[in-house]
Structures are given as structure tokens and as C-alpha cells.
């Protein structure tokens, strides 16, 4: 076999072997954002809202992003275009201060939904597959819908802000949706959806990526089989190696040892008086 060409964009073109075909996902349309979600509730779990109710001065620490949950409907005036509704699952940790007390963390769940409509192109083909197979059903085939796969990556959202809101004061009367058993299973006690005294509140940015993407079948040029080029080794050498010997091979970072000026330093250094 000949060596393996590195840079497939500078392979000579006489190379190629054959053409093959392959099965992937083809990202037919694909959408980011930038969301300001301002003045979502917090539903705190018991305990936590006795000390809201009680607290003399909360701050919201930090917000986590437990799951989404992505639902893909085509829409109905146009085929080539699908709406997707993401349900965004956030884990909200604040500190409460009660009296003269050390500040004691509370936690909740927010919850933020979204749609965005993109286009995945129209397919009439009902796909089978031979690994999964149907609830209840006999045969080892299972059919899906023609539906594009919605794909959706976000990173955990920044706290911007909070704020406790007395009952009486928010005229908040919405009813929480349904939360799936896997995040309630996430909270050590029961969360608090009524009947509380005090309400938090929160402002959170989030940056996210979304995109559909289809099962086809391309042909594509073969220049060879990929073989990897490092050798397998059973031998934990490389996990203990010699520290001052992998030391020996860092570079010396003489620019760390440059004084630097003012305007050469980061943003976040503030440098405004030297």
C-alpha cells in the first residue's frame, strides 16, 4: 500500500483509488442565538423556600444546564420547513442571608422553552432499522417518521441578574408545565410550584447552536484506507514518566518574564492608570 496522503487537499488526484459510497447526516439548515431570558422563576425545592421566605438578602451564585429536551414538527404551510420547540432545563444555586447568619445555599429549577423554525428539506422515505424496534412490537425493524434529526448545542447560560418578587406584588399566575421524572430525580426534595410567600427570579444569557440535519448517501473519493499511525502500546510509561524529564522538553517562557504596557494587557485588567 502507498503512504497515506496527510493533506487531502494536496493529493495528487491520479491517487484516488475508487470512488466510495457513505452514509451520513447532511446539516440542511442551521441557526445560533443569543438569548436574554429575562425574569425567569426559579422553582425552589422546600426547604429552599422556607429560606427565601425568611431571608433577608439573596444573590444567585451560578446557573446549570441539566438537559434539553427537542421536539421537531414539520409546518404545515410549507414541507420544506420545520418548527423545533427546545425546552431548556436549568439548575439555579443562590445564597440567602437569614438574620445574622452565614449566607445558606438554596436551589431550584428554571425552566426556559424556545422555537425556531429552519429548513430540512422534504423527504417522502419512511426509514426502517434492524437495531431498534417498536414498543410491543414483533418485528425487529423499526419505522421512524421522515422528520430531520434537530441537533442543539448550548453552553451553560450566565447569570445577568435576580430578584425576589413577593407573591402579592408579581400577579404571577402562570401553571408550570409538566417536568419529566429525570429532572425532578435531580433536586433531593420536592420542588415548590404554589402556596409560597416569596418568588426568585432570574436573567440569564445563553448562546446557542442549532441545526437540522438528514440521513443521505454520498459518493466520495477515496485516496486510502485510514490506518492509524500510532503504534499500541500495553505500558503504563508513558502515564509515569520521569516529571523533570517532561519538564526538560516545556520551552522557557521568556514572554511571561516581558513587562507589559497598559494597552497590551487583557480587557479584564482595567488598566486605565500607570
Do not use: W
Request: charged content about 25%; hydrophobic content about 35%.
Amino acid at each position: 500500500m502507498s503512504e497515506q496522503c496527510q493533506d487531502t487537499l494536496r493529493c495528487n488526484p491520479n491517487d484516488l483509488r475508487q470512488a466510495m459510497s457513505v452514509h451520513t447526516r447532511k446539516i440542511t439548515d442551521s441557526c445560533r442565538d443569543k438569548d436574554c431570558i429575562e425574569d425567569l422563576r426559579v422553582y425552589l425545592t422546600c426547604g429552599s423556600q422556607q429560606l427565601l421566605d425568611s431571608a433577608s438578602s439573596t444573590r444567585v451564585r451560578s446557573a446549570e444546564l441539566l438537559h434539553a429536551c427537542v421536539d421537531v414538527e414539520s409546518v404545515a404551510f410549507d414541507r420544506n420547513h420545520y418548527c423545533i420547540d427546545v425546552t431548556f432545563y436549568y439548575r439555579i444555586l443562590a445564597d440567602a442571608v437569614v438574620g445574622s447568619c452565614r449566607p445558606a445555599t438554596l436551589y431550584g429549577l428554571a425552566v426556559f422553552s424556545k422555537r425556531v423554525v429552519l429548513c430540512g428539506e422534504d423527504s417522502r422515505a419512511h426509514i426502517f432499522r434492524s437495531d431498534t424496534c417498536m414498543n410491543g412490537a414483533e418485528t425487529s425493524s423499526c419505522c421512524a417518521a421522515n422528520l430531520p434529526t434537530a441537533v442543539v448545542e448550548v453552553l451553560d447560560p450566565m447569570v445577568l441578574s435576580s430578584k425576589v418578587k413577593e407573591v402579592s406584588e408579581c400577579g404571577c399566575g402562570e401553571v408550570m408545565a409538566q417536568i419529566p421524572g429525570g429532572i425532578r430525580a435531580r433536586f433531593d426534595e420536592e420542588l415548590v410550584f404554589s402556596s409560597e410567600h416569596r418568588r426568585l427570579f432570574v436573567t440569564l444569557g445563553q448562546f446557542s447552536i442549532i441545526r437540522l440535519e438528514r440521513d443521505v448517501q454520498l459518493v466520495v473519493p477515496v485516496l486510502d484506507y485510514s490506518i492509524p499511525t500510532k503504534e499500541c502500546s500495553d505500558s503504563s510509561g508513558s502515564c509515569t514518566e520521569d516529571p523533570c524529564e517532561m519538564f526538560s522538553r516545556i520551552p522557557f517562557p521568556a514572554s511571561e518574564f516581558n513587562p507589559r504596557g497598559c494597552d497590551k494587557q487583557n480587557d479584564n485588567d482595567n488598566c486605565h492608570s500607570c
